[in-house]
T-cell receptor, first 113, second 112 residues
Framework: ETGVTQSPTHLIKTRGQQVTLRCSSQ?????VSWYQQALGQGPQFIFQYYREEENGRGNFPPRFSGLQFPNYSSELNVNALELDDSALYLCASSLKGDNEKLFFGSGTQLSVL | EDKVVQSPLSLVVHEGDTVTLNCSYEVTNFRSLLWYKQEKKAPTFLFMLTSSGIEKKSGRLSSILDKKELFSILNITATQTGDSAIYLCAVTTRGSQGNLIFGKGTKLSVKP
């Protein structure tokens, strides 16, 4: 286990709702990244946070937003949920300067009905 | 557009077999290539490769990178049922702020 914890593990929402996913990073790690993994696909980069600021963003619309807190934990918020948002959402922590080597949590499985 | 292509997408072998998984990439300003193993949900880090021709080894697993031909292979010798998983290949680029570009993965099933 990596020490990265995510909650909840599973979530069911309906189209148009909003959702908040949470992540606690591994001890000592100051950078948090979020990825979306659709069924049968590889993870896709959503964004990364360092020192409570967004430090890089993938090709996701503004309704995907995030926060990082002083203890390096993080939240992913998705507004106006769409059916295609159904996926496994993975959080990963790393050290700035070594942020290619990611330590992933077990993810939140989101189903949008 | 940056892309990473893995092959095969799925593979079924018997215990004791040796397998080779392939990963090719087309990216601008390549920085590193990484392999991850995804058993249930959380991908776990296996290798990071930055230089051509230098083999990385960990037990029965090994990997090598060819930056001229833009590919990497992951070898697993004497496979065990515990090797059953999805193996993900990812590439990073310079200035990408930790953005890993993943392939779709190879699903390996090892039968007893």
């Amino acid at each position: 286990e990596t020490g990265v914890t995510q909650s909840p593990t599973h979530l069911i929402k309906t189209r148009g709702q909003q959702v908040t996913l949470r992540c606690s990073s591994q001890s000592g790690h100051n950078t948090v990244s979020w990825y979306q993994q659709a069924l049968g696909q590889g993870p896709q980069f959503i964004f990364q946070y360092y020192r409570e600021e967004e430090n890089g963003r993938g090709n996701f619309p503004p309704r995907f937003s995030g926060l990082q807190f002083p203890n390096y934990s993080s939240e992913l918020n998705v507004n106006a949920l769409e059916l295609d948002d159904s996926a496994l959402y993975l959080c990963a922590s790393s050290l700035k300067g070594d942020n290619e080597k990611l330590f992933f949590g077990s993810g939140t499985q989101l189903s949008v009905l | 557009e940056d892309k990473v292509v893995q092959s095969p997408l799925s593979l079924v072998v018997h215990e004791g077999d040796t397998v080779t998984l392939n990963c090719s990439y087309e990216v601008t300003n390549f920085r590193s290539l990484l392999w991850y193993k995804q058993e249930k949900k959380a991908p776990t880090f296996l290798f990071m490769l930055t230089s051509s021709g230098i083999e990385k080894k960990s037990g029965r697993l090994s990997s090598i990178l060819d930056k001229k031909e833009l590919f990497s292979i992951l070898n697993i010798t004497a496979t065990q049922t515990g090797d059953s998983a999805i193996y993900l290949c990812a590439v990073t680029t310079r200035g990408s702020q930790g953005n890993l570009i993943f392939g779709k993965g190879t699903k390996l099933s090892v039968k007893p």
